[in-house]
């Protein structure tokens, strides 16, 4: 099996925290980052190491905001500094967008709120206005959206419910309510992923005249939101950690961390209490775009300068399930061309040679006859000549690592079974298996399952990197 054509792949081991050592590097000289999708609903997350920080900014720094514009009493609660240890986590590297919360609500038919805050640029504000405008929502911000600009008038609370949604898609049989990986970011590990490593004023170093190529802010952003990822990522591959949008944090707010934890975990106090949000947005000045930057508001507050983005538990060594994922890739992207493929369908139907099926979000978009797929933008081609597809053919329910060993180690019994339903049609779900050999003939001629697709993902041993070609 070869690999070609492959342009901005998306690699990675779900819940892995060496994936990054594993993939090629990128131009820059570092290793790409750690990325995985768990579920075609799923924010792309990235893998962040564990380490240690100086987290807060220094008088130095303090005096520097002062000195552009920030008052005194407004960066007085980032002191004192003090070192924080932060176990591996994944984060979205994108804040959530607007289209992703539009699937939260559609399908969970979530409300809109009662109305949010409005700014300068959106429709209706005069200037002296910023109140809550009962007909704003994420829907109507006030200004133009595409579905990959970032979500707005999104409260704490609206943020804490789409977390509970993505949870309800990965949560494993027998699983509690409430139960899940994903959650919101702690104040701690929000500061340490936005400095991606660094200690400068800003995570691209000290000087404010490089943050128009870094971050959308009031001088550079027209007063609207813009596309998540049209600004550089930072060293820990994550985009628009500053400036966009503010982005919620599980935190409670203290006015300063004299007791705040070193663990990385959040401050949480017995009552209602404000809830930190970090980052600067569109319609806040340059001096906000700083890591240690730090604002706080009452969590069932919108506005149309405040998002998210969602963190995850990773694995750990404990974890059997997460374990077992480790020695997997996966295969993530918008969308994925297995080309000139056999597809055999599991209902019995004659198997269709030299076919091309493409997969966006999940599912099968479209079966056509082979053909040699040009290269495009997030688009990862295969070439699978030679290769069976048959459905997976599983129970529903089942976590990717579940369908992974169903797959490989029931083997050529269970692909040869040909009294359960399934079928690799358009329109339905991307779950089945890449095999050599053909099922059809005998279960012996089956040698064996290259990839398992879940979900619209590939995962595979380290087969997937070894041999990719191509740019």
Same mark, same amino acid.
């Given at each position: 099996m070869s690999t070609r054509r492959v342009r901005r792949w998306v690699l990675a081991c779900a819940g892995v925290l060496s994936c990054g050592e594993q993939i090629a590097a990128q131009e820059t000289g570092r290793p790409a980052p750690s990325t995985f999708r768990e579920c075609s609903a799923c924010p792309e997350l990235v893998v962040i190491q564990s380490g240690r920080f100086t987290m807060g900014s220094s008088p130095t720094e303090r005096k520097w905001a002062v000195a552009h514009r920030a008052a005194p009493d407004a960066v007085a609660d980032e002191a004192p500094q003090r070192v924080v240890a932060v176990r591996a986590f994944a984060l979205g590297k994108y804040d959530v967008t607007r289209g992703e919360y539009e699937r939260f609500v559609r399908e969970s038919g979530y409300p809109s709120g009662d109305g949010c805050v409005v700014s300068a640029g959106s429709r209706g504000f005069d200037g002296t206005n910023a109140a809550k405008q009962p007909m704003a929502s994420w829907r109507d911000p006030g200004f133009d959206q595409t579905a990959r600009d970032p979500a707005v008038c999104v409260s704490w609370h609206d943020a804490r419910a789409y977390v509970a949604w993505l949870n309800d898609k990965v949560r494993r049989p027998g699983a509690s309510p409430g139960e899940g990986p994903y959650r919101l970011p702690t104040e701690a590990e929000w500061e340490y992923a936005a400095r991606g490593g660094t200690t400068?004023?800003?995570?691209?170093?000290?000087?404010?005249?490089?943050a128009p190529?870094?971050?959308?802010?009031?001088?550079?952003?027209?007063?609207?939101?813009?596309?998540?990822?049209?600004?550089?990522?930072?060293?820990?591959?994550?985009?628009?950690?500053? *400036?966009?949008?503010?982005?919620?944090?599980?935190?409670?707010?203290?006015?300063?961390?004299? =007791? !705040? #934890?070193? +663990?990385?975990?959040?401050?949480?106090?017995?009552?209602?209490?404000?809830?930190?949000?970090?980052?600067?947005?569109?319609?806040y000045p340059i001096w906000l775009l700083r890591p240690a930057t730090r604002e706080r508001n009452p969590a069932d507050y919108r506005d149309v300068v405040m998002g998210f983005r969602v963190a995850r538990t990773v694995s750990t060594p404990a974890d059997p399930a997460g374990t077992d994922l480790r020695r997997y890739?996966?295969?993530? *992207?918008?969308?994925?061309?297995?080309?000139?493929?056999?597809?055999?369908?599991?209902?019995? =139907? !004659? #198997?269709? +040679?030299d076919r091309n099926v493409t997969i966006e979000h999940g599912r099968i978009a479209a079966i056509a006859d082979g053909a040699d797929s040009p290269p495009a933008d997030s688009t990862i081609v295969l070439d699978?000549?030679?290769?069976?597809?048959?459905?997976?053919?599983?129970?529903?329910?089942?976590?990717?690592?579940?369908?992974i060993r169903s797959a490989l180690l029931v083997g050529a019994t269970f692909l040869g079974r040909q009294d359960r339903s399934g079928s690799i049609t358009v329109?339905?779900?991307?779950?089945?298996?890449?095999?050599?050999?053909?099922?059809?003939?005998?279960?012996?001629?089956?040698?064996?399952?290259?990839?398992?697709?879940?979900?619209?993902?590939?995962?595979?041993?380290?087969?997937?990197?070894?041999?990719?070609?191509?740019p």
């Open positions: 400068t004023r800003f995570w691209w170093g000290d000087d404010d005249g490089d190529l870094h971050a959308w802010y009031k001088e550079n952003a027209a007063g609207r939101t813009h596309p998540v990822g049209s600004m550089s990522p930072n060293p820990f591959g994550l985009h628009d950690m500053v *400036g966009d949008v503010w982005q919620w944090t599980e935190d409670c707010y203290a006015e300063s961390y004299v =007791a !705040a #934890p070193t +663990d990385g975990s959040a401050v949480e106090t017995p009552s209602d209490c404000l809830r930190v949000d970090r980052g600067g947005s569109w319609f890739m996966r295969a993530a *992207g918008p969308r994925i061309v297995l080309e000139h493929v056999r597809v055999i369908d599991a209902t019995g =139907a !004659a #198997p269709a +040679d699978l000549r030679g290769y069976s597809v048959m459905p997976l053919s599983l129970e529903a329910g089942l976590t990717p690592t579940q369908a329109g339905g779900n991307a779950d089945f298996m890449v095999i050599k050999g053909d099922p059809g003939t005998t279960v012996a001629a089956v040698e064996k399952v290259e990839i398992v697709f879940k979900d619209g993902i590939g995962y595979d041993t380290a087969k997937l990197r070894a041999s990719r070609k191509g």
